[in-house]
């Protein structure tokens, strides 16, 4: 259970909004010009998000509420200053937060604890067609997040202490360089040594586009400092992403996408390993109708070592149950398919599905199936989703069955 928290700041946070001009709110946030060749945009997010958990010996049941409000500062000479707060204000409180001070919990997990943060505070340089700079407290989504990403899909987003370049004047050739100091992690303010992880971070990617095809290779380089929970995991990968679309016949194509990294580890990890990261997938559309064929294997050496992606939007893979965000010793493999189809009726909405089978890269170990299912849609301004994840475990770990709703509105 969260703990009891001072809740007055929560408040003048959220209510940051409510003190932004109305001829601004009017617009929904379009940006207010204050001066020649100068704007003041209002940031707002909220999103009010129920989960329900069904375990074996354990549930848990969160009404959480996140707001996010801020400022952006724009001069027409590219330069902006953006800064953003961030509170979670726990109302149903029956699941266990991941604060190790609040005790040990009759509840499942739900990682959404109750928390006041400054979000994003950062400077923005930008040249249309040339490339941009950013330094601060800030947002890192980089592909499809499978390596670095925000994890938008909690409460508390995941952002980075970090200078990040990009350069696209080399035609269809971008280049793009991070180098972060810290990982602000979903945690919270409470978590103690788990708020945030400090080091040294390099994310480097070339790219090159050509149409509807492009090639990647990337770096991402991982040295926590010495004395946190992780400093013995870090790592250097090294890989190359691929998409290309390949057209059958008339109106019918396929969309390929396929990766490969290599992870070793890297300054402070003692380890001696190597360890293969290999994803692909083959998507098409008829009759409205998305159908995507993937699989992924995060890799094992036999002996415990095995591909870990510690900055990643983890719930976007390997199932929405959340029961593989730590790589298994034996490394993991997941062979999925997935159903999409967007109905434009009743102001339109799309429905998904995603079936899993789960097994370990060395031993040949069954670690179990899960179904997946979402329903997402807008009520006027209201954006409204419906999620249900099912996972069977087949004895490697728990039955487990999650359920939630959530109701966004921003601007």
């Known amino acids: 259970m969260m703990k009891k928290r001072n809740m007055i700041p929560y408040l003048a946070l959220s209510s940051a909004a409510l003190a932004t001009p109305s001829a601004v709110l009017a617009q929904s946030g379009d940006p207010m010009v204050i001066a020649e060749g100068l704007t003041l945009d209002p940031l707002f997010d909220a999103r009010l998000a129920y989960e329900h958990v069904d375990q074996p010996l354990s549930d848990a049941d969160a009404l959480t509420l996140r707001t996010r409000a801020g400022l952006e500062l724009a001069s027409e000479t590219g330069l902006s200053f953006l800064v953003e707060s961030e509170a979670t204000l726990g109302i149903i409180n029956d ?75 080399l035609k269809s050739l971008t280049l793009d360089a991070t180098y972060a100091i810290s990982q602000r992690t979903i945690f919270g303010g409470d978590a103690g040594a788990r708020e945030a992880f400090d080091g040294d971070f390099v994310f480097l990617g070339v790219g090159l586009d050509a149409g509807p095809d492009t090639l990647k290779g990337f770096a991402y380089l991982l040295d926590f400092a010495p004395g946190q929970p992780v400093s013995l995991s870090s790592s250097a990968t090294y890989g190359l992403r691929a998409t290309a679309r390949l057209p059958i016949t008339q109106g019918l194509a396929l969309d390929l996408v396929g990766s490969y990294a290599v992870q070793k580890a890297y300054k402070a990890n003692p380890g001696k390993y190597s360890v293969d990261y290999i994803a692909g997938s083959i998507g098409t559309s008829f009759s409205g109708f998305d159908l ?16 870990q992606t510690p900055l990643a939007t983890l719930h976007k893979f390997n199932g929405w149950a959340d029961m593989f965000l730590s790589t298994p010793p034996a490394g993991l493999q997941d062979s999925y398919v ?26 040949s170990m069954d670690y179990g199936t899960e179904f997946d299912s979402a329903l997402d849609f807008k009520i006027s301004v209201i954006a409204v989703g419906l ?16 359920f939630w709703l959530r109701l966004g509105y921003s601007f």
């Open 95 to 169: 699941f266990n937060d991941t604060i190790a001070s609040n005790g040990i919990e009759p509840f499942s997990i739900v990682a959404d604890p109750q928390n006041i943060e400054l979000n994003r505070i950062q400077l923005k340089y930008t040249r249309k067609g040339k490339g941009s700079v950013t330094v601060g407290r800030q947002r890192i989504n980089i592909d499809d997040q499978r390596f670095v990403g925000s994890v938008g899909w909690r409460q508390n987003e995941q952002t980075f202490d970090a200078v990040r370049g990009s350069v696209t004047t």
């Open 292 to 307: 995507v064929l993937g699989y992924e294997s995060l890799g094992s050496d036999g002996v415990g070592n095995r591909f």
């Open 338 to 363: 997935s159903l999409r189809k967007k109905v434009d009726l009743f102001g339109g909405f799309t429905a998904s599905a995603t079936y899993h089978e789960f097994g370990s890269d060395s031993g």
């Open 387 to 402: 999620k249900y994840a099912k996972y069977d475990a087949d004895s490697f770990a728990v039955d487990t069955e999650k």
